[in-house]
């Protein structure tokens, strides 16, 4: 296997590298070059898990079904607020963001502050997310 550089890309035959993800690059290493027009589908849904035996070749058709029906992704059951593995926010923080922008406290700023984006103050402003935090 060829080894892999920190820009998580690998050398092919022309000197020209190939961007890779790790998922991929076991996949390759276990069982050959795989048609780059499949997707490798983690079978547990943990996407951090890139043990051979937890990934499957698979058409993007099906990794939407499995994400679907095996993973409850795209129907309303994601994680959530503090749920979600990439939350930024807790309820804590969310509240101190209600209160600053009562008190007139400008999104951008309180942004920057939580590190989020200010469409995600906005969205908390206007009770699209995080609806039931007061």
């Known amino acids: 296997m060829p080894s ?3 820009k998580g890309s690998v050398p092919r035959e022309d ?15 276990y069982y050959g070059t795989s048609d780059l027009n499949l997707t490798i589908n983690h079978k547990n849904g943990n996407t951090l898990d890139n043990r051979p035996e937890n990934l499957e070749l698979v058409s993007n058709r099906v990794n939407a079904v499995h994400g679907h029906s095996v993973l409850g992704r795209g129907n309303g059951s994601r994680n959530k607020g503090e749920q979600n593995p990439q939350c ?11 209160r600053r922008l009562g008190e007139g406290e400008s999104g951008n700023s309180l942004a920057a502050l939580f590190a989020v984006s200010p469409m995600t103050i ?3 402003k206007h009770g699209v997310i995080w609806k039931d935090v007061k």
Do not use: Q
């Not at 930024?88 to 209600?98: A, M, P, Q, R």
């Open 15 to 29: 000197g020209k590298h190939r961007y890779v993800s790790a998922h991929r690059v076991v996949w390759e290493f």
């Open 88 to 98: 930024k926010l807790n309820v804590e923080k969310v509240s101190d963001i209600k």
């Open 122 to 124: 906005s969205n908390i």
């Open 4 to 6: 892999i550089s920190s």
